[in-house]
């Protein structure tokens, strides 16, 4: 990462370095693992010649939707749920009929998705010296199924199902302090997206920014917005930096 | 472990074996980790010259009473709130009169207690092979600290903290297989407690036992039930017996 600019002027002494986290939430899609590649893959794989680009974009589009229909209704689903209504309403635009199997095998793609290639390693390295969780919209099943494959090394499986509700609500970036004992500014909010981290920081808690320019495809790099912004200073380009900032 | 004897007479072909559990969920009180030595040392050096294995018995034996009163009242708790009331009504018999920081250092010594010598390494082989989780009373927060300190390598931490109530309630074996989307007859539950196992099995879970017949101290060994029991015939002496029994 580029550090932030020295403050100038008066020969103040420096200042007390923050004390470190004791917990780092992560983002889950997009953040720690390629969802955009892995859902075209699988998409393509399960029902060949259709288009996986595209598929995946449609599929990942319903989602933020299919979320506050669910919350404005006042219920909580997991969101292999949300998956399978979305994947129904988006197939026949895509001239699919899917079989009962496919559409399982088809859902249940969002357990298969393929890590960025730092996140493993860079994850074990960070567990030597913090708590790791994932803070994710998944489920459990879909996070431990997914942490099995990929390799992930969760200390525990966190996300919005743990909850009963859906980031960007406070609630649930409180409740990984609230579990595990910790103040809100012990628990940093690791993140490819500045929402979320807008809404983590909000919330109270510490924020770090992972670029991932390619999360929607390389022929889509217009989508991204790798950004530094001002109120997330801690930006970096892999997991990898992040371990390095905090010397793991 | 000894093998359930085999059926004698007819020729008949070898049974089918069962296939695979898919979830091993573990008990992790006495199951995993010595909670009556490992408590009775942290009393013992947060307030020397008490007895620290009258104080572990004393402590354990409010839990049941507490869930039931709990539970009774329809609401929940996390255990650390419980342990919490428990030492509170136990001490003056004690003699002690705790500041509030040695409170919160012996209420914690529940995050910290020691696993049995297999523990850590039969998971790691278990978990080539398995999902694994703790099935346990204690709260997310205990046992993830726990398992940090321990080495304990879950895929994830289930216990009554993410099912809203207490074992032996069915919903909280049937939970594990809810959240990871798997049969509840592909969840085998391992403890060293019978009437967790009776509950699993009524609940529909598989059921492995491990005998840890220390779990009370030495001093105690009439208080511990490590009989084999024809309801539960998988029974070891220890999780690498149930490591070598499935090959990992």
């Not at 989602?63 to 026949?92: E, N, Q, W």
């Not at 793609?109 to 393929?114: C, E, V």
């Amino acid at each position: 990462m580029t550090p932030p600019a020295a403050p100038q002027g008066a020969a103040s002494p420096p200042p007390t370095p923050p004390p470190l986290p004791k917990v780092l939430a992560f983002d889950v899609f997009g953040t720690v693992v390629d969802w955009h590649g892995s859902i075209a893959r699988e998409v393509e794989r399960i029902v060949p010649g259709i288009d996986g680009d595209a598929f995946a974009l449609a599929w990942r589009d319903g989602y933020r939707p299919a979320m506050a229909a669910t919350m404005a209704s006042g219920s909580f689903r997991v969101l292999d749920d949300l998956h399978r209504d979305i994947l129904r309403s988006i197939a026949p635009g895509f001239g699919l009929a899917l079989t009962a199997e496919q559409e399982d095998e088809l859902n249940t793609a969002w357990h298969r998705l393929d890590p960025w290639p730092d996140s493993a390693a860079a994850l074990a390295r960070l567990k030597t010296k913090f708590i790791i969780t994932p803070l994710s919209n998944g489920g459990i099943g879909l996070l431990t199924h997914m942490a099995k494959r990929a390799g992930l090394p969760w200390d525990v499986v966190l996300c919005a199902e743990v909850f009963r509700a859906y980031k960007p609500t406070p609630e649930v970036y409180r409740g990984v302090g609230r579990v595990l004992g910790v103040r809100d500014d012990e628990v940093m909010m690791v993140a490819t997206h500045h929402n979320d981290l807008d809404a983590a920081q909000d919330a109270g808690l510490r924020t770090a920014y992972i670029a991932r320019p390619l999360e929607f495809g390389a022929k889509h790099l217009e989508l991204k917005d790798s950004e530094r912004k001002e109120r997330h200073p801690l930006h970096f380009d892999s997991i990898h930096e992040l371990a390095d900032y905090f010397g793991c």
